[in-house]
């Protein structure tokens, strides 16, 4: 079989799996842990969250480590949306992947948000006039995808960002797509959260992250990702099985990443 479809997972890539054996075997350490094993363990999570940290131009205090691209978007396209004082409508474009889309519709199933979506072109790209139309001062939250996972679309998240900011609204990218094609950092000044996922590019099979900005904004995605994270889980709101992390549901590999990774210090 010729495999085609990186966009939709990866093979890890063999410094990854150097990097990560001998922390799954010898230092299997658990990083709350204060023996030498935990504090080993506790040295490799901050040198991961420092790297990606690194590469999206943001502080490792602004990155939330999550089971994969799904669980990300929704801890930040739901966390946002609970956590606005007001505001009761979220948007986002007519192509965003279900890890976001089934968010939104959650948000107006069970807690009386309204969804409103952004009509692309036939290229897929969003409709700005739309779009400045749609976000208001009653928008909670406004989720575009940096990159779309159909037909390789790239949006507009600059001039969408500064719609959101103007409104009053959190502005998300996921950026699945995007991680490994584009540069991440030139997004982040933009968005208030952006969310990736590493077995697309060469990770293993469940890390991926969140990242919330430094705006007095990211206290209130803080609390938001707490609070939503329960609401994920709660039984009311399981979320359907293809929503569910990607550790449950990824079953073939292959490989594009970009660049190498940094040594793990000693
Ligand atoms: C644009 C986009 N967002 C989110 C996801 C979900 O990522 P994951 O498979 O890591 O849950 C995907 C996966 O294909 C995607 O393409």
Known sequence: MIYMDAAATAPAHQQVLDTISPLLTH???????RHELGRNAERAVSWARNTVANELGVGEHEIYFTSGGTEADNLAVIGAALAAPRERKIITSAIEHPAVQDAAAFLAEHHG????LIPVDHEGVVDLAAAERLIDAKTAVVSVMAVNNEVGTIQPIAQLGRLARAA?????TDAVQAAGWLDLSDLTP????LSISGHKIGALKAPGCSTTLPTTRSCRCCTAVASSAGCVRGPKTRPARRDRPAANRARTTR???RGGLRPLPD
């Not at 933009?190 to 959260?193: I, S």
């Open 113 to 116: 948000f309204t969804h409103e």
């Open 168 to 172: 009053g609204a959190f502005m998300h």
């Open 255 to 257: 490989g594009r990443g």
């Open 27 to 33: 230092d299997f350490g658990n990083p709350s842990s």
């Open 190 to 193: 933009h968005v208030d959260a």
